[in-house]
């Protein structure tokens, strides 16, 4: 059984940062690509940052630059560092784990950004 769990969550004003961390079982972590997505209210899922099992990365334009995200394949673990949080980064962040048309997702941890 895959259970991803994502943790880190909370408020922070503008300008602040927050590390969020997945912690992954029930699959062969390093030959899975891992990821973050985004769900804003009212808004559709969008991808954040994904990291490949080969560990090339693809962030969003819009956090290019201030978010960081990274694999720890002996812990089965996956973070997203985000650093100058702006309030349109609130939403509901969510871990994705993908391999070979198989996607499964944590339930995601609320992250607010508002002064």
């Known amino acids: 059984q895959v259970q991803l769990v994502e943790s880190g969550g909370g408020s922070v004003q503008p300008g602040g940062s927050l590390r969020l961390s997945c912690a992954a079982s029930g699959i062969i972590f390093s030959f899975n690509d891992m990821g973050w997505y985004r769900q804003a209210p009212g808004k559709e899922r969008e991808l954040v940052a994904i990291?490949?099992?080969?560990?090339?990365?693809t962030y969003a334009d819009s956090v290019k630059g201030r978010f960081t995200i990274s694999r720890d394949n002996a812990k089965n673990m996956v973070y997203l560092q985000m650093n100058s949080l702006k309030p349109e980064d609130t939403a509901v962040y969510y871990c994705?784990?993908?391999?070979?048309?198989?996607?499964?997702w944590g339930k995601g941890t609320l992250i607010t950004i508002s002064s």
């Open positions: 990291i490949t099992r080969a560990g090339s990365i």
């Open positions: 994705n784990s993908h391999f070979y048309g198989r996607n499964d």
